[in-house]
């Protein structure tokens, strides 16, 4: 099958519920290696630009497709998409898509998809001007999100997050400072002809100006460096490791803030990872097993704490906790898909409950990490405010940096345009 067959069956079953992070991966074995570029290419950009094409295919639709038809449905998403943005002939885009309804064994659909496309092609200026007042189609976001960022936050600011969201993610690395320096770490990338920036926030961070398979990067399979975004590498700075210490990290996969934590303080006397999905869990092992470091990995709920305790108090303890991702919907535009206003509130009580129960292995004196990657507050600060009407025994350490937005109990980081993710930090210690 060709992409843009492919890019359908994963959008469609996207459209079913399901993730691009689970979906493409297996896609991509089936798709030939000259076309993967095209492949991903069509998936993150026809979902980045959902919100944006229903509206199309709404107003050129008579009526709604089937729900078996799904597959059809999303071809037609990803022929407007490259009708839309790539700079190939049209003709070429509406024929070739035309013929993908076919490798899905849709014959019947040619002269719809054909149909649908030409129709685009002649009311393009027409539905530009009818569409062209509605967020929704302007900002390529769902409306719910976008009354959520406005009510949270003023309107310069949201508009920086809206157009951050629809940029490609840059590909960031951690220098891993057990084996090699940053500045050394950077020569090495200089010399391999790999164009690279230091990170403005993170103290082991390079920036890549193109993305690169992760094992033409040099050191990469040695553990001399990982992947993960900027913001997600002040974490275990953060939670300030110090030898000899126990430190949980609760919600741990898949292992880049693990990793992160043994590189700053390899003399920790325990680090202990958990995750409820042994599958993620076993993403922890094979991160730490390529750094070339140990941790002791359990798979359970970290709020269990029955199922796992030993009855040892940490010292400190890291919850990146479940959340809506919406710091991070450049790498996950399904988001705009997958997500409902509804989950947020289930997510606010994950989360609290998370606190809870994982407060309760923290020693007197300890401290404990916060985390999310999401932009709303119903999820930071208003979860921490929260739990301290429920905790007598809880204040706030404060963060000072250079970096972020100060909140009320934390600091909050938005995406941004060539850098990092929209991330939340509340550090949290145990009264004596």
């Not at 009526?63 to 049209?90: F, S, T």
């Not at 460096?225 to 030898?243: H, I, W």
């Not at 999820?379 to 350490?397: P, Y």
Request: charged content about 25%; aromatic content about 6%; hydrophobic content about 40%.
């Amino acid at each position: 099958m060709n992409a843009r067959t492919i890019a359908a069956k994963v959008i469609a079953r996207v459209f079913n519920g399901k993730s691009l992070a689970a979906e493409l991966p297996k896609a991509l074995k089936n798709c030939d290696v000259p076309n993967q570029a095209l492949l991903k290419e069509l998936c993150f950009g026809t979902l980045r630009s959902h919100p944006k094409i229903k509206l199309i295919v709404d107003a050129l639709l008579t009526r709604p497709m089937r729900k078996k038809d799904i597959e059809i449905e999303a071809l037609i998403y990803v022929g407007i998409y490259q009708l839309l943005i790539h700079n190939k002939p049209k003709y070429a885009i509406v024929d070739e898509t035309v013929k993908a309804s076919t490798m899905l064994r849709r014959d019947w659909a040619k002269s719809l998809v054909n149909a649908v496309l030409r129709n685009f092609l002649r009311k393009q200026n027409e539905l530009e001007k009818k569409l062209c007042k509605n967020p929704a189609y302007t900002t390529m976001h769902p409306p719910w999100l976008i009354e959520r960022l406005n009510s949270a936050w003023p309107e310069a600011l949201v508009s920086e997050i809206l157009a951050a969201n629809n940029e490609r993610a840059p590909m960031t690395l951690r220098v891993n400072s057990q084996k090699i320096s940053r500045d050394n770490y950077l020569l090495k990338l200089q010399k391999a002809g790999i164009k690279v920036e230091i990170t403005s926030i993170s103290d082991y961070g390079l920036m890549l100006n193109l993305p690169l398979d992760v094992w033409k990067l040099p050191g990469f399979a040695n553990g001399e460096c990982s992947v993960q975004d900027e913001a997600a590498q002040l974490a275990a700075s953060l939670l300030r490791p110090s030898p000899g210490e126990r430190i949980l990290d609760a919600c741990s996969a898949p292992g880049g803030k693990t990793g992160h934590l043994i590189e700053l303080q390899p003399k920790l006397k325990a680090l202990v990872a958990l995750d409820q999905d042994p599958k993620r869990i076993n993403l922890v092992k094979e991160n730490l097993e390529r750094l070339s470091i140990k941790a002791q990995l359990k798979v359970a709920d970290a709020t269990l704490t029955d199922t796992w305790w030993d009855g040892i108090f940490f010292d400190k303890v890291l919850i990146d906790a479940p959340c809506s991702a919406s710091g991070v919907i450049r790498r996950h535009p399904d988001i705009k898909i997958l997500r409902n206003p509804s989950d947020i509130d289930k997510l606010r009580q994950t989360q609290l409950k998370l606190l809870n129960r994982v407060w309760e292995v923290l020693k007197p004196g300890g401290e404990l990490l916060y985390v999310t990657c999401s932009v709303f507050s119903e999820e930071n600060d208003q979860v921490v405010e929260d739990f301290f009407k429920s905790c007598c025994d809880a204040q706030v350490e404060h963060i000072n940096c250079g970096w972020g937005r100060s909140t009320k109990f934390g600091i909050q980081l938005f995406p941004t345009n060539n850098s990092h993710d929209g991330f939340y930090y509340a550090r949290l210690s145990k009264l004596l």
